[in-house]
């Protein structure tokens, strides 16, 4: 009898610890949830299946598609806490090619992208025909029309690699926080620009918006969470506290981005290029 009870005690202790530990890696396994549509938005979980209307909560598989029309919008979530969020613009077409590390891939359209934590999405990269923009503790927005491509850096630091026409990698750089850059269909890193007063109004809507959907946990569906505004001195005051605290996370990333700033030209260049498939 006391045998039994032993037997039976191991077991629930057994089953407690695998109860544990499966709560525990699906907490930490990476996803892909769709947490806000608005307007037009289709998927599809591989390239064989049929184009459906997207909604709010559905996990998206490896391969997966995502379409939008002339005025949808779609956000994407690669974790619970939603830390890691990606927002898909109006006419624009994504491929998840990978959910771990995550690899997205757009022939065409417009993204923006937020990682605050970089070790629940391990390296995360958006391709486009012409360039990879992979980041560290970023946020971004990529644009393609499918032969040139455009990356703005709003945080952080973007890593660049520049694709010919044979998918091949011909020039590497990085982009700096507050810059923007083409690459052309060549894959040539062209001339960085300073970003405009609308590009950091856009910018600034783009978080009040997440803030919204993490202050309400998901999106509320068609229309979603409004994307609210910000007066230009609530932006200032935003943009300056999260330059001061990437700062201070990224001390050494930031020193290193710096130095090759002044080498050179004496000023900001707002990052680095290299050539590797030749001329």
């Given amino acids: 009898m006391r045998n039994e009870k032993r037997r039976v005690k ?18 930490f396994a990476q996803i892909a949830k769709i947490i806000n549509i608005k307007g037009d938005v289709k998927i599809r979980q591989d390239s064989e299946a049929e184009w459906l209307e997207a909604e709010i909560n559905i996990y998206l598989e490896k391969e997966a598609e995502i379409k939008t029309g002339p005025a949808g919008e779609c956000t994407v979530t690669f974790d619970e806490e939603l830390e890691n969020i990606l927002t898909v613009k109006e006419n624009s077409h994504i491929k998840l090619e990978e959910i771990e590390p995550s690899r997205i891939f757009m022939p065409e359209g417009r993204v923006f992208s937020v990682i605050e934590d970089i070790a629940k999405v391990e390296d995360f990269q958006v391709k486009t025909p ?7 503790g970023t946020g971004k927005s990529v644009e393609t029309d499918g032969s040139s491509s455009l990356v703005k850096c709003f945080e952080g630091i973007v890593y660049l690699k520049g694709l010919n026409s044979e998918g091949g990698v011909f020039e590497e750089g990085s982009l700096g926080e507050g810059f923007g850059v083409p690459v052309d269909s060549y894959g040539n890193i062209g001339d960085f620009f300073g970003l405009s007063e609308d590009d950091y109004k856009k910018w600034s809507t783009f978080r009040s918006f997440l803030d919204s959907l993490r202050e309400k946990g998901q999106g509320e569906g068609n229309g ?16 300056d506290e999260r330059d001061d605290t990437f700062r201070e996370d990224n001390y050494e990333d930031i020193r290193e981005e710096e130095e090759l700033k002044d080498r050179g030209s004496g000023g900001p260049t707002g990052g680095e290029r290299i050539r590797t498939g030749g001329e």
């Fill in 130 to 136: 012409t360039v990879i923009a992979g980041v560290r």
């Fill in 224 to 239: 979603g969470v409004p994307g609210g505004g910000f007066g230009e001195d609530s932006f200032d005051e935003l943009k």
């Fill in 10 to 27: 191991m077991k629930r202790t057994l089953l407690s610890i695998l109860f544990c530990f499966s709560f525990s890696f699906f907490s």
